[in-house]
């Protein structure tokens, strides 16, 4: 019940997942999740013999973010009007322009499905170390907050304690 009442509806849902993708370490660890989601999804539709418009729009990246659903069908609409996939990414704010830059490069190669596998073995690799580089960072902030939960429940508990051995001295 309470995630019903805190779940994110209309343009909260659009500002929440602006903030996913903005908070230190946790935006990050999103977005090279979400490129090597992408990168591994689409080099094997194509190796399969998707063509690149019908890949991309068959994507399901994240459906609960509006973020990346429409950013998705940006890239679908625009790959079908003839744009350059590389330069279309470029444009999205999600994802890295260095993925965009080395996309380029495979399109222009005619490897494209074999330089996306390269990315997504590359990105989940950087997913797992950002995954690592953000439980350390949050560890000593839990720590701190456990401690200031529980110390003062601990005083209030200990504090009488002492008083009555106190009195009885």
């Excluded at 602006?18 to 908070?23: F, H, K, P, R």
Aim: overall charge negative; hydrophobic content about 50%; proline content about 6%.
């Amino acid at each position: 019940v309470a995630l019903m009442l805190f779940y994110p509806v209309g343009p909260l849902r659009r500002l929440t997942a602006w903030i996913q993708l903005e908070l230190p370490y946790v935006g990050d660890l999103y977005r090279a999740t979400l490129t090597a989601s992408m990168a591994r999804g689409l080099g094997l539709l194509i190796r399969s013999g998707v063509p690149l418009g019908e890949a991309v729009g068959k994507l399901n990246l994240d459906p609960d973010n509006p973020l990346v659903t429409s950013t998705l069908a940006q890239l679908t609409q625009r790959l079908r009007d003839g744009s350059r996939f590389s330069e279309q990414l470029a444009r999205s704010k999600i994802f890295p322009e260095s993925f965009a830059w080395l996309v380029g490069l495979g399109e222009s190669g005619e490897n494209l499905d074999e330089v996306l596998l390269e990315l997504s073995d590359f990105y989940e690799e950087e997913a797992r170390h950002r995954g690592e580089m953000a439980a350390r960072v949050m560890e000593p902030a839990f720590l701190l907050m456990l401690a200031l939960v529980v110390g003062p429940v601990v005083l209030s508990v200990f504090a009488p304690i002492v008083q009555m051995v106190a009195m009885a001295e």
